[in-house]
């Protein structure tokens, strides 16, 4: 069975920025179709999607309200 991260985007904010997992709207063990949106984060009070770069089931790594980095894990999505 295959899997695929889902990670903060690069380039999302400036270096010093916080990032924030502001919200999951899809739950853990939830079947996802790759463009999904999974989850919100927030930076300086800016709402981003971040949507499933593929299809399967969704594995939470991150809590809501945890300050991620660029390129953080935020998810794992493992194949059908």
Same mark, same amino acid.
């Given at each position: ?36 949106? %999974? ?10 999607? %971040? ?12 809590? %809501?309200?945890?300050? %991620? ?12």
């Amino acid at each position: 069975m295959s899997s695929t991260e889902i990670r903060v985007p690069e380039g999302m904010a400036e270096e010093d920025a916080e990032i924030v997992l502001a919200n999951w709207l899809v739950d853990e063990g939830e079947q996802v179709d790759e463009g999904d949106v %999974v989850c919100e984060l927030m930076v300086t009070k800016v709402t981003f999607e %971040v949507a499933a770069p593929a299809a399967g089931r969704l594995e939470q790594r991150a809590t %809501v309200e945890d300050v %991620v980095a660029v390129g953080a894990l935020l998810g794992v999505i493992s194949g059908a």
